[in-house]
């Protein structure tokens, strides 16, 4: 009887749904998709048709190989669309949420905790915490609770999409050819220091750019020298760093994360944030301003070094793409930037990519500013921020026909050996559920996250808690106009910075 009626709800929901013209959109050259999404009605195919939307246009082409995999493997039908380049993918969403609930997607993508509170207060995010007993219900409840897409921390919306990490990219063969030491240990240690053995070998190397010796530099208390002259990847060095000043999210979201972590554990902690949370940023976030001096003074140029002003916050001489092109062709030391770009540096190098890790961004922080229990100096500055950077959610106005199917993709796509398969060999993903002990990525910066989730060094990403706008398009705006633009800094705009930051945060949180 029971199946009897769970066949008759099936068959009736599916009268209810029209199909659409199949098909996902095709990938760009430039590594993007495309498309317009639009609903349409058809025949009723007698199963549910799962329509999935993806702002993740990367993988486009990868996500619609996968849906063609599901659906030979289980006969469910499945229609992705996935956002073209420079297309605001909220909007496409609320546009493609305002039709009939048959033409909807069944499946879609939020971007974290601020995305989420639209979706639930207008009924559409399905609170999985209602979802019955089974695969779907024990895989939900298995997420650990540092990557729960939740407001409250006892409802669940979200099924982590992947994991991300970032920090300052290097080409490990790097220290092989700079210091007269064994690469590993040099490593290690440069992972393990503290800010200010960090800050003088970035001074050591300039210097050593501009004039090889075989000075010696401190790093995790141990002594290394330097080589007495360049050799191979060393000889292309014009500068330490390289940094895309036009792209303010990568200073003004990301790296401020980092200063952030030092009084919020997570995105919930921060988006309730009170007056005297807030106060306590402000020492973190001047510790940061220090940092973001450190890296945007001892800056690689095209040919030679270069220096923070006018120029410095032009696209297209310090935009993302520059910016990663002086990066592969080994102009900088260090870049910071995320695991995302790993296909990016493969199409330009991909004998680097192979040689790629992150070391962690570290800022001058004192134990006095950290307020999240049990963080040390000492792992603060040897972590890197890990965390889910979008999710899956259900469409809660669909009927529970739809909804089951979509639970069941899910299930599919992060247990099955095919779903899994796909994860991580064809969109270079981390699975959020990967053992990292026993997880081998096809990619090295990918790899380098995994090691630092196996030790436990990973720090979180408070920042989306943070009021919408509040850091690339607020914090950072005024870090480019007004600070990368001037040659030094000084305390006192240190001082200026974290001021801006807190009076804004309390401006612009509802």
């Known amino acids: 009887m029971k199946n009897a009626h769970r066949l008759l709800s099936v068959l009736l ?49 990868q996500f619609e190989a996968m849906c063609k995999a599901y659906e030979q493997e289980t006969g469910v039908k499945v229609r992705s669309f996935s956002i073209g380049s420079g297309q605001d993918h909220m909007e496409t969403l609320r546009a493609e949420m305002q039709g009939k609930a048959a033409d909807q997607p069944a499946i879609f993508t939020i971007q974290g905790y601020k995305e989420l509170i639209e979706w639930r207060d207008s009924g559409a995010a399905y609170n999985f915490e209602k979802a019955p007993a089974g695969a779907f219900k024990d895989m939900v409840d298995a997420i650990p609770e540092n990557m729960r897409l939740t407001t409250d921390g006892a409802d669940s919306y979200g099924v982590p ?27 290690n240690d440069l992972v393990a220091s503290s800010y200010d053995e960090f800050a003088a070998f970035v001074q050591a190397v300039d210097a050593y750019i501009k004039a090889p010796s075989a000075a ?30 036009s792209e303010k999210w990568t200073y003004g979201d990301h790296m401020v994360n980092v200063a952030l972590n030092a009084v919020f554990p997570n995105v919930a902690s921060a988006a309730n944030a009170t007056d005297e949370q807030l106060e306590q940023l402000r020492g973190p976030i001047r510790d940061f301003a220090k940092a973001l001096d450190l890296k945007t003074t001892y800056l690689a140029g095209s040919d030679g070094p270069t220096a923070r002003g006018q120029d410095f916050i032009v696209a297209t001489n310090y935009g993302y793409d520059p910016t990663l092109q002086r990066f592969v ?45 049990g963080l040390t100096v000492e792992k603060f500055n040897s972590s890197i921020p890990v965390f889910v950077p979008m999710y899956y959610a259900i469409n809660a106005n669909k009927d529970m026909a739809t909804i089951e199917a979509a639970e069941a993709f899910l299930v599919w796509l992060n247990t099955s050996e095919t779903g899994k398969r796909y994860v991580t060999d064809e ?84």
């Open 13 to 61: 929901s599916v009268i209810l749904l029209s199909a659409a013209c199949a098909g996902c959109t095709k990938k760009e050259s430039g590594g993007s998709s495309s498309g317009t999404a639009s609903g349409g009605t058809g025949t009723p195919t007698g199963t549910p048709e799962l329509y999935i939307y993806s702002s993740k246009g990367e993988t486009a082409t």
């Open 161 to 187: 999409y992947n994991v991300e990490g970032y920090g300052y990219i290097l080409d490990h063969r790097m220290l092989a050819d700079l210091m007269d030491a064994d690469e590993t240990a040099v490593f």
């Open 216 to 245: 010696s530099v401190t790093l995790n208390g141990n002594s290394y020298a330097f080589k007495a002259e360049k050799s191979n990847l060393a000889n292309n060095l014009t500068g330490v760093f390289a940094v895309a000043a």
């Open 329 to 373: 062709d080994g102009k900088a030391l260090f870049m910071k930037n995320g695991n995302w770009v790993a296909p990016a540096i493969a199409n330009l190098d991909a004998d680097m990519a192979a040689h790629l890790t992150f070391v962690p961004v570290k800022l001058p922080i004192t134990q006095e500013e950290i307020q999240v229990e």
């Open 427 to 510: 969109f270079d993903f981390i699975p959020y559920n990967a053992d990292p002990s026993t997880t081998e990525l096809n990619n090295a910066l990918g790899n380098s996250i995994l090691a630092y989730m196996e030790t436990g060094h990973t720090l979180a990403a408070p920042y989306h808690g943070a009021p919408a706008s509040w850091g690339g398009d607020t914090v950072g705006l005024e870090l480019m106009e007004n600070y990368l633009t001037k040659p030094a800094w000084t305390d006192e705009d240190y001082d200026a910075i974290a001021d801006f930051a807190i009076t804004k945060w309390r401006d612009m949180r509802g």
